[in-house]
């Protein structure tokens, strides 16, 4: 088996790879011919909105465990998210809810919907859902999500892409935190007590 990343080789490699998903974005705007940050706008209602959108997919994702989704995270990431402490967290989900909106609500949406918003919205979600195939299932899973994601980004009447990016954003945070816990309780439980292998113990979430 390949061994275990660091900490910080996490890290870096995760913002290279969100870091990649903005420069993707810029340049398939590029080539449509339209800016991708359009349809953002700051809004205090707004950021509320996406915070109190992210609840119902979180509570779906810790209650139902969304065809196994929470497991399938478990089981990928949470040795890799474990080493690191909330803030680290924090970061990762706020970059790949800025990343990953820009590219798959800001422009691949938009670009796809000239053949109709339905289109826009199916065929975008087809992509997202691909490329989050961790699993066939995870894939269908992330393309639901991505649905929900790309109407709320009309929930406001107009196109308003604060909201994904804050409902990714919070949502990505508070699921790294589950399973996270969920992972360093099962060490302990394992171990008496014993830090996870990546390094010293985090701070607590």
């Not at 080789?9 to 080539?31: K, R, S, T």
């Not at 199916?122 to 195939?133: D, T």
Request: aromatic residues 12%.
């Amino acid at each position: 088996m390949p061994r275990s990343l660091e900490r910080g080789e996490f890290l870096n490699l995760a913002a290279v790879f969100q870091g990649g998903l903005v420069v993707l974005a810029l340049v398939l705007a590029w080539l449509a011919g339209f800016n991708p940050m359009e349809n953002f706008r700051w809004s205090w209602t707004g950021l509320a909105w996406g915070t109190l959108a992210a609840l119902p997919i979180l509570a779906l994702f810790t209650l139902s465990d969304w065809f196994r989704s929470r497991s399938i995270v478990t089981e990928f990431l949470a040795p890799l998210l474990a080493g690191c402490r909330w803030h680290e967290l924090a970061g990762l989900a706020v970059l790949a809810g800025i990343s990953e909106e820009l590219l798959f609500r800001g422009v691949l949406q938009p670009w796809i919907g000239r053949w109709g918003q339905t289109a826009g919205l199916v065929g975008s979600n087809l992509i997202f859902g691909l490329a989050h195939c961790i699993t066939p299932t995870y894939a269908v899973v992330a393309g639901l999500v991505g649905v929900y994601l790309g109407l709320l980004l009309e929930l406001e009447g107009e196109a308003n892409l604060l909201i994904p990016i804050t409902t990714h954003a919070v949502y990505d945070f508070l699921a790294f935190a589950i399973v996270v816990r969920e992972y360093r309780r099962g060490l302990a439980s394992g171990s008496q007590g014993e830090s996870p292998e990546n390094g010293p113990e985090p701070e607590s979430l």
